[in-house]
């Protein structure tokens, strides 16, 4: 074994986009058409944790810091940032953000920790801003939410961001009460005449509430509806072998059917 993996995975990164020796898929690739295997080697990290396989995530890992490797390697080529900076740069903000760890700042707990954190951020964006001059990327309070991230996780980030500086319900059942009236909207575009782009911009703004509505009750949406399409899976997986007990598939069931075997289902969890 290598006494600097690291240096063993650049190198091999290296040979892979070499533009006479490589493989021909690595060379051709560009940040554009890796990025979304980085994303579905996030998921495939967050699906290893959540199933506990330890072999499994220690695999994942690999492939996630693969991907930063391959970026590295392809800023690199072009005279732009190198690995160790990439490193370099997060033992910076790291060091930066826990003045706590690293300097002589004291945090009392957790909940006091985050809002530092995101204190800081807010600088860094700011600062950021500011050297680029009048042309540079906003400042608004939502600046930085990734349009990349999975919708529901972006919908609580945006409103989090809201809710700092004072965008916010006065609690949950004024929440509630939106999310009523969004679906109420919903029911009024629900007809032969309405446009199918109303019924779609309705039904966003009832997701947009919901989501609002399980962040004040400190509940996690996207996780939330993780757990809800496992159930629904298990179910559904559990009617299907009912049925196959009678010898039936659902196709050949009728909605009454499998909905009562659905009910019986229920009841035995």
């Given at each position: 074994?290598?006494?600097?993996?690291?240096?063993?995975?650049?190198?091999?990164?290296?040979?892979?986009?070499?533009?006479?020796?490589?493989?021909?898929?690595?060379?051709?690739?560009?940040?554009?058409?890796?990025?979304?295997?980085?994303?579905?080697?996030?998921?495939?990290?967050?699906?290893?944790?959540?199933?506990?396989?330890?072999?499994?995530?220690?695999?994942?890992?690999?492939?996630?810091?693969?991907?930063?490797?391959?970026?590295?390697?392809?800023?690199?080529?072009?005279?732009?940032?190198?690995?160790?900076?990439?490193?370099?740069?997060?033992?910076?903000?790291?060091?930066?953000?826990?003045?706590?760890?690293?300097?002589?700042?004291?945090?009392?707990?957790?909940?006091?920790?985050?809002?530092?954190?995101?204190?800081?951020?807010?600088?860094?964006?700011?600062?950021?801003?500011?050297?680029?001059?009048?042309?540079?990327?906003?400042?608004?309070?939502?600046?930085?939410?990734?349009?990349?991230?999975?919708?529901?996780?972006?919908?609580?980030?945006?409103?989090?961001?809201?809710?700092?500086?004072?965008?916010?319900?006065?609690?949950?059942?004024?929440?509630?009460?939106?999310?009523?009236?969004?679906?109420?909207?919903?029911?009024?575009?629900?007809?032969?005449?309405?446009?199918?782009?109303?019924?779609?911009?309705?039904?966003?703004?009832?997701?947009?509430?919901?989501?609002?509505?399980?962040?004040m009750l400190d509940v996690k949406p996207e996780e939330t509806l993780r757990a809800a399409n496992d159930k629904f899976?298990?179910?559904?997986?559990?009617?299907?072998?009912?049925?196959?007990?009678?010898?039936?598939?659902p196709e050949q069931s009728s909605l009454a059917e499998m909905d009562a075997l659905w009910d019986d289902v229920k009841?035995?969890?």
């Open positions: 074994m290598s006494k600097h993996p690291i240096e063993r995975l650049i190198k091999i990164m290296a040979a892979l986009r070499n533009p006479d020796t490589g493989c021909p898929w690595d060379r051709e690739q560009t940040f554009e058409t890796i990025a979304p295997y980085t994303i579905e080697e996030a998921y495939e990290v967050a699906d290893a944790i959540g199933q506990n396989d330890m072999t499994a995530l220690k695999d994942e890992l690999g492939d996630l810091l693969f991907q930063v490797v391959f970026y590295a390697q392809m800023s690199r080529e072009t005279g732009g940032f190198d690995f160790d900076e990439i490193v370099d740069g997060i033992c910076d903000k790291m060091e930066r953000r826990h003045p706590h760890v690293f300097g002589n700042a004291e945090i009392a707990d957790a909940e006091a920790q985050t809002q530092a954190w995101e204190r800081q951020k807010a600088a860094e964006r700011a600062e950021k801003a500011e050297e680029s001059g009048p042309k540079s990327a906003s400042t608004s309070t939502l600046s930085g939410v990734a349009r990349a991230l999975p919708a529901l996780m972006r919908a609580e980030k945006l409103q989090k961001r809201a809710a700092r500086v004072g965008f916010e319900w006065d609690d949950a059942g004024g929440a509630l009460e939106k999310v009523r009236e969004e679906i109420a909207e919903v029911e009024a575009e629900m007809t032969p005449k309405a446009s199918h782009e109303d019924l779609e911009n309705e039904i966003g703004d009832l997701f947009f509430a919901l989501v609002n509505l399980a962040r899976e298990r179910r559904f997986r559990a009617v299907e072998a009912r049925l196959a007990e009678r010898g039936k598939t009841k035995d969890e």
